[in-house]
């Protein structure tokens, strides 16, 4: 089956400093991949997606390159600020019609 | 009111109640789900409904309910709950159930039992 594993949180940095929060799946054929976010108190918003290898999915600063060769979403940002700290969720589809499988979640807090 | 809401935002009730949660979605879409967010767990998808039909149930519990009288609404039953299920309850919409579509979320209920 489908799965998502991402790093254990939480991580905690400093603002201005850069992130990097671990993606790495299992799936069946060539998946489309996603950054979900989940700011406190409020449901989960798609932050960016990929739907093809080597695909960079963009945006508000995070960035994330779908790797099939290491099957891997890594989501990076080059300076994090204080409103960034949230948990952040990477999920996949899969090409055979399957619902939305999440890792874990990240919870990531910046301090000022 | 705009996107998804969902009432009521926190519940707390004993395992011999009956609750209903209630969501609501002002985006024009026709496919609709509920999600369970425990601590340090995935999030697990339990139904989902497109125009209206349940197309998916993911092994849940019978004590969970669900009712889709539209494409706007749903909800989510609850009876004879236990401790386990305390969590928080999310409901998401999109326009269709390709899960290349963008799903929008609530921000949840938060529910926690006796």
């Known amino acids: 089956g489908n799965s998502v594993t991402q790093m254990e949180g939480p991580v905690t940095l ?32 798609l932050l960016l997606k990929a739907t093809k290898a080597d695909d960079k999915g963009s945006n508000k600063g995070f960035e994330a390159t779908y790797r099939k060769e290491t099957t891997s979403f890594h989501l990076e940002k080059g300076s994090v600020q204080v409103s960034d700290s949230a948990v952040y969720f990477c999920a996949l589809s899969d090409n055979a019609g399957n619902m939305l499988t999440f890792g874990g979640g990240t919870r990531l807090m910046v301090k000022p | 009111e705009t996107g998804v809401t969902q009432t009521p935002r926190h519940l707390v009730m004993g395992m011999t109640n009956k609750k209903s949660l209630k969501c609501e979605q002002h985006l024009g879409h026709n496919a609709m789900y509920w999600y369970k967010q425990s601590a340090k767990k995935p999030l697990e998808l339990m139904f989902v409904y497109n125009f209206k ?7 849940v519990p019978s004590r969970f309910s669900p009712e889709c009288p539209n494409s706007s609404h749903l909800f989510l039953h609850l009876h004879t709950l236990q401790p386990e299920d ?29």
Do not use: H, K, M
């Open chain 1, 14 to 45: 400093s603002e201005e400093a850069f992130l990097t929060i671990n993606c790495t799946y299992t799936a069946t054929g060539y998946p489309s991949l996603f950054w979900y976010v989940q700011y406190p108190g409020e449901g989960l918003q």
């Open chain 2, 86 to 114: 305390s969590a928080l309850y999310l409901c998401a919409s999109s326009q269709g159930t390709d899960p290349y579509n963008e799903q929008f979320f609530g921000p949840g209920t938060r529910l926690t039992v006796l």
């Open chain 2, 53 to 59: 039909e349940q197309t998916e149930n993911n092994s």
